[in-house]
């Protein structure tokens, strides 16, 4: 077991620089954009290709990943984030950045794919939940990170774009010198979205409308700081202190939602959620710095943290065998939910000004929680001693849920020493 772990770290630190870069560039595109002076709508679209990228690269990857391997893949994708990243510097385009936004998308879908198949193959049973752990905190950490470093810079030179794409390319060199087995090609394994629904109402609906409003609210806050009168510092701790808030607050919920119906739970995350987006699109630019990051830790620590909820609830209701297509599914909904989610907001924005998208969050949370709330007068809670432990798991890439201890390891998983 202690072999899995060299490999394990490899991979995991690969993934963690490119989180790096990829935190600091989900802030410097939407501020760029708001900087040079494009609509909120253009904003919307660029934050929409990516999402719609990212949705295509989870469905294309493992076909690609049977054809050239783990490795080839990881160094094609990585090479063309970086490529694409240098890309944004020729000039500022709603559809050069776009496009560009598009194929990153696939690519950070491919990377996550990837590296979570290899991590999968390397982790035995006993650890998952442990492996599962240090992935999730790494990442947490490092993305946040990526996100502050905006606040030592200027984002209107080339300086940032240059370190993303240093980011991207260092990223292969943990995984290109790891000794680790090939592990087989990453599979999606997809139920539809009537069966979904047929298990687990709640948890599809709450899946696809934290897509909607996660997305939107992570990837257009940094317009919003801008339009409110924030300097770059400040706008880059707004988003990052919602990633801080979210991995403080995940396993406490989580916690609480294995004693009691997680959609109690569910709701009362969106109730905060709710408060805290009238809170701040009504009040919002006449408060001092501090009390904002205190606001948007709240909705990150209870807004971010409502998908892995909703994933554990679904998990209640699913056979073994249904766990990985069942997760897939509930992924991809919460995928197509984030291609919608910033063009929606951002047309909001438009209407309204800036609290149009804090409105728009307190719209979506008011009805998510809702529509779960009359679930709960439909189906009674599974009883908590027949329910297992709550795990937080990202939503990151379809072969993530693979690492999920409730997911039954295939034979061609096994990490080392598993028979």
Not at 151 to 161: K, L, S, V
Request: glycine residues 12%; hydrophobic residues 55%.
């Amino acid at each position: 077991m202690r072999d899995a772990f060299p490999a394990i770290l490899a991979i995991v630190l690969g993934v963690m620089i490119l989180q790096l870069g990829n935190g600091l560039i989900g802030v410097l595109v939407p501020l760029r954009m708001g900087l040079e002076g494009l609509s909120p709508t253009m904003v919307g679209v660029v934050a929409t290709f990516y999402s719609f990228g990212f949705l295509i690269g989870c469905l294309l990857v493992p076909r690609m990943v049977r054809g050239i391997g783990h490795i080839r893949t990881f160094a094609v994708f990585a090479a063309a984030v970086s490529a694409s990243t240098l890309g944004l510097t020729l000039g500022i385009d709603w559809v050069l950045w776009g496009g560009l936004r598009f194929l990153m998308g696939i690519c950070m879908a491919g990377l996550f794919s990837v590296a979570e198949s290899w991590i999968v193959a390397q982790a035995p049973q006993p650890i998952r939940g442990r492996v599962l752990s240090l992935y999730m905190i790494s990442n947490k950490l490092t993305l946040a990170g990526g996100q502050m470093l905006l606040a030592i810079g200027d984002p209107m030179g080339t300086g940032f774009f240059l370190l993303i794409s240093v980011c991207a390319s260092l990223s292969l060199i943990p995984v290109a010198l790891t000794r680790a087995v090939t592990p087989p090609p990453p599979t999606v394994a997809t139920m539809s979205l009537k069966e979904v629904y047929g298990i687990a109402p709640a948890a599809l609906i709450g899946c696809f409308a934290t897509g909607i409003m996660n997305a939107a609210v992570i990837g257009i806050t940094p317009l919003y700081g801008l339009q409110i009168g924030m300097a770059a510092g400040p706008i880059a701790a707004l988003v990052s202190v919602m990633q801080i808030g979210s991995l403080l607050a995940q396993w406490p919920m989580g916690w609480l939602s294995d004693r009691i119906d997680r959609r109690r739970v569910i709701v009362a995350g969106l109730l905060v959620v709710l408060a805290a987006s009238l809170a701040i699109a009504l009040v919002g630019p006449s408060l001092p710095n501090w009390a904002m990051y205190g606001l948007f830790a709240i909705w990150g620590a209870t807004g971010l943290s409502v998908y892995a909820l909703c994933i554990a609830h679904a998990s209640d209701f699913a056979e073994p065998g249904q766990m990985v297509p069942l997760t897939s599914t509930l992924l991809l909904a919460w995928a197509i939910g984030s291609t919608i989610g910033p063009l929606l907001a951002t047309l909001v924005m438009e209407l309204i000004g800036p609290a149009g998208l804090f409105l728009y969050a307190a719209a979506i949370s008011g009805a998510t929680g809702g529509f779960v709330a009359y679930r709960m007068t439909r189906r009674a809670a599974k009883p908590a001693d027949l329910r297992e432990k709550f795990v937080n798991v990202p939503a990151t890439s379809p072969q993530a849920m693979k690492l999920d201890p409730r997911t039954p390891m295939a034979d061609d998983e096994s990490g080392p020493g598993v028979k």
